[in-house]
């Protein structure tokens, strides 16, 4: 098209050598439209410097981000049927699936990844947008059923990070499907006795918000994030109002009670491991000997941690669900006051 790029720099590039110089060393913020250096924006996790705007952070950035020392144990996912409606719009789905693996080298839109976090054992299942729009279909579906079962044969804490357009249209019911399928598997995490943490990222929506996402013991978003259900155009034709200016943001749902805090990323890990050492420390002991029932129910005690079941099962396991209950309450409620305290209200005794 242009001659300048299509005759002269392949020339010079062939004269100078063919130095990898990379497109993107600049990145417009997308708040306040200030240039950053590639550079700099990944040193600091993808958050602007001048305003503070929480950019998309790639998969592989938040697990180093996340995890003690970086470490992380990949979980290799199941295979699915790839394809299976022959769907095509513009394009053959088929083809659609396998540039979009070309392009981002991973085989669906989420990663599972085991390790721990501030010394405690977690699983944690983290979209990644730029596939497809993060859009859950049958390998995301499974993708999370497997590291619900991670969680719970490891007796660690389950996180999901969504950023998700929601189901993928092109599987159809398929897609559907796995919002009942998705609950069930954090479920299964919930009656083992762990932690189901959710981190809301821009943007949860669609089916992804309409199942498992809101269901979390603890919901973190991170700040600025679009969290809904319909977009605003949809929702705003069909009541016929105007919503307010900040509606669907993780701030919005947090001062409606839909999430329990909003954190920044660089406080992301800190809060996390606060989090997990007050759900997992306290259970450890008492989970262990309970927990292994609950396990044996969930799973049908094909590799159950216990060997001698408690007598009377039911009234205990009634009892632990109690004091679990509980402890998660206690625990919320030490939360909140310490955040209320960070803000210079204190709400002790509530
Ligand atoms: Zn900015």
Redesign the pocket.
């Known amino acids: 098209m242009n001659w300048l790029t299509n005759i002269i720099r392949p020339r010079i590039r062939s004269l100078v050598g063919a130095k990898e110089v990379p497109d993107n060393l600049w990145q417009k913020?997308p708040?306040?439209e200030?240039l950053l250096f590639t550079r700099d924006l990944e040193a600091r996790f993808n958050v602007?410097s001048?305003?503070?705007?929480h950019l998309r952070l790639p998969v592989k950035q938040r697990l180093n981000m996340l995890f003690d020392d970086g470490k992380y144990e990949l979980i290799e996912l199941p295979k699915v049927p790839s394809d299976p409606l022959k769907f095509r719009d513009s394009k053959k789905y088929a083809d659609r699936l396998r540039d979009t693996q070309a392009k981002t080298g991973l085989k669906d839109a989420i990663t599972v990844a085991a390790g721990t976090v501030g010394g405690q054992k977690i699983v944690i299942a983290v979209f990644n947008f730029n596939f497809m729009g993060g859009s859950m279909g049958m390998a995301v579906g499974e993708g999370i059923v497997r590291a619900s079962e991670e969680a719970v044969s490891r007796r660690a804490a389950l996180m999901i990070v969504p950023s998700s357009g929601g189901a993928r249209m092109q599987e159809g019911i398929l897609s559907l499907m796995q919002m009942p399928r998705t609950m069930i598997a954090v479920e299964r995490v919930k009656r083992a006795r762990l932690p189901y943490i959710v981190l809301l990222t821009d943007p949860t929506t669609g089916g992804v918000s309409a199942s498992f996402a809101m269901v979390g013991d603890i919901h973190m978003a991170e700040p600025g994030a679009t969290i809904g259900f319909a977009g605003r155009r949809v929702i705003e034709e069909t009541v016929r109002e105007t919503l307010p200016k900040d509606f669907q943001t993780a701030e919005y749902l947090r001062e409606h009670g839909m999430v329990d805090m909003v954190v920044p990323r660089a406080e992301m890990r800190e809060t996390l491991a606060r989090i997990l050492r007050l759900l997992m420390d306290r259970g450890a002991s008492q989970g262990d000997v309970i927990g292994g029932s609950g396990k044996a129910k969930a799973t049908g005690g094909g590799k159950s941690l216990s060997l001698n079941p408690p007598a009377n099962t039911s009234s205990q396991g009634q009892l632990a669900a109690k004091r679990a209950l509980r402890q998660v309450r206690a625990a919320k409620r030490a939360l909140e006051n310490l955040e209320g305290k960070e803000s210079g209200r204190t709400r002790v005794g509530q």
């Open positions: 913020c708040g306040c200030n602007c001048h305003c503070g705007h």
